[in-house]
């Protein structure tokens, strides 16, 4: 089950080169499953018992089961992140070397590990907007192919390399498109050609660099993952098949994956913007419910927030805490911070552990070292939006923010457990300090 499991999770990574891809694939799995697609810009007809998803933007998706027993409602969530450190082409994208190479203006986007960009295989993919008649139509670009590389400078012409190099990203980190006499200068007529239309029909474009080496399986006895996008799109994955397998009568059950979480979340599809309290608040008034209704759902309502996290490194143990570190193959991660960098606290620590014991998950416990900064993640974010009772969870990985991570292959089939089991709970406070999980 854990190897069927990770190579489903592999092929979704390599049909999600870029977020406007996954959530794509996202669409295409509901749809496959019964699911109804709401528009922002539509009314919402929603009956218990029925599955819809919302989009916005292209890049996150919020997709929800509804019970069909709603006089005590609450939502059970799952949020993750779509997206992924890499770099953005910019709008005029060509530059120039010497009159004998192309080159693509790149900026970066997010936290990346410079040096797992280069000397490797890379290409283009995002959305393209292309204007047909009155329209502008988002088209989905991946240019699947080895179209670009950013090289090394050799060890001869920089003695520092080894020595704490660091990379400028305006000069070290551009890719190699073309050279010699017929190296292409206009990288619009590619894409134009890619998806078969006119040069001066693309209107606007988002478009990011992906590396192209394929997901695998490693090891001696297989126990490891490697791919792009691990971060966060293997909880990503998890979330959605525990959507699709999980219901409890008495719940509204939700996936909620957003955009720009290595840039702040702060954008209009970032775990930041209303679109997690638009939904909620449009799934309790579509429902018939009332203001009052929607405050005692959140009162009862459980979040968890998936985000990956940090194995101990076989070479660097010591940049983890002495107890409270994790191991890939061991479970599922929970994340706790005194300063709230994560949302976990002792009451929503405990209903983890009761919904992981009850699916027979093993749990394992992370929190940074005391003397050093970590990040942060969704879960804080969101309840500025809609506040519950919320712990922050993820899957131990090497290398987060590499071109190509590493992850366990265990661990994709315990977070769909947990997550499953959550999704079959109804969560209820009948005290001040009492909360009672139903399954």
């Not at 018992?49 to 969530?77: C, E, H, P, Q, W």
């Not at 292409?184 to 006119?198: R, T, W």
């Not at 209704?293 to 979040?303: C, K, P, V, W």
């Amino acid at each position: 089950m854990f190897k069927e499991t990770s190579k489903e999770l592999l092929d979704f990574l390599s049909k999600s080169p870029t977020a406007f891809h996954a959530v794509e694939n996202y669409r295409q799995i509901l749809n496959a499953d019964g699911f109804e697609e709401l528009l922002e810009s539509e009314h919402w007809n929603i009956v218990p018992g029925g599955k819809y998803y919302v989009t916005r933007n292209n890049t996150s998706i919020l997709a929800f089961k509804v019970g069909t027993k709603l006089d005590n409602y609450s939502f059970n969530i799952v949020t993750s992140h779509t997206d992924s450190p890499t770099f953005k082409v910019k709008e005029n994208a060509e530059i120039e070397v010497k009159n004998k190479y192309t080159q693509l203006n790149t900026e970066g986007y997010g936290g990346m590990l410079c040096a797992t960009w280069l000397d490797r295989p890379l290409s283009i993919a995002g959305r393209v907007l292309v204007s047909e008649g009155n329209s502008i139509v988002t088209k989905l670009l991946n240019i699947d192919r080895d179209l670009l590389m950013i090289p090394n400078v050799a060890i001869h012409m920089n003695r520092a390399a080894n020595d704490g190099f660091k990379y400028n990203l305006q000069v070290d980190m551009l890719p190699l498109l073309s050279a010699g006499d017929d190296r292409q200068k206009d990288f619009k007529q590619i894409i134009a050609d890619e998806l078969g239309v006119k040069k001066e029909d693309i209107l606007g474009h988002d478009l990011y660099l992906y590396n192209r080496m394929a997901p695998s399986i490693w090891g001696a006895n297989e126990e490891f993952i490697s791919a792009g996008h691990l971060d966060d799109l293997q909880c990503g994955f998890a979330s959605l098949k525990a959507l699709l397998a999980g219901y409890n009568d008495e719940s509204i059950d939700i996936m909620a994956c957003f955009d720009n979480e290595e840039v702040g979340s702060g954008t209009k599809q970032g775990a930041d913007s209303t679109l997690l309290r638009d939904t909620l608040t449009r799934i309790n008034s579509a429902l018939g419910k009332t203001e009052e209704d929607y405050h005692r759902a959140l009162a009862s309502s459980f979040m968890l927030s998936a985000d990956n996290a940090h194995a101990v490194h076989p070479n660097h143990p010591e940049h983890t805490d002495a107890t409270n570190c994790t191991y890939m193959n061991e479970g599922v991660v929970v994340k706790s911070h005194a300063g709230q960098k994560y949302t976990s606290d002792g009451v929503s620590m405990a209903v983890v552990k009761a919904l992981a014991s009850g699916a027979d998950v093993p749990l394992q416990y992370f929190a940074n070292r005391s003397d050093k900064a970590g990040g942060s993640t969704l879960g804080n974010i969101a309840m500025a939006q809609a506040s519950m009772n919320a712990v922050d969870i993820g899957l131990p990985q090497f290398a987060m923010h590499s071109s190509y991570e590493t992850a366990g292959i265990k661990d994709t089939y315990y977070a769909i457990t947990l997550m499953k089991a959550l999704f079959d709970s109804h969560i209820q406070e009948t005290s001040t300090h009492s909360l009672e999980i139903k399954r």
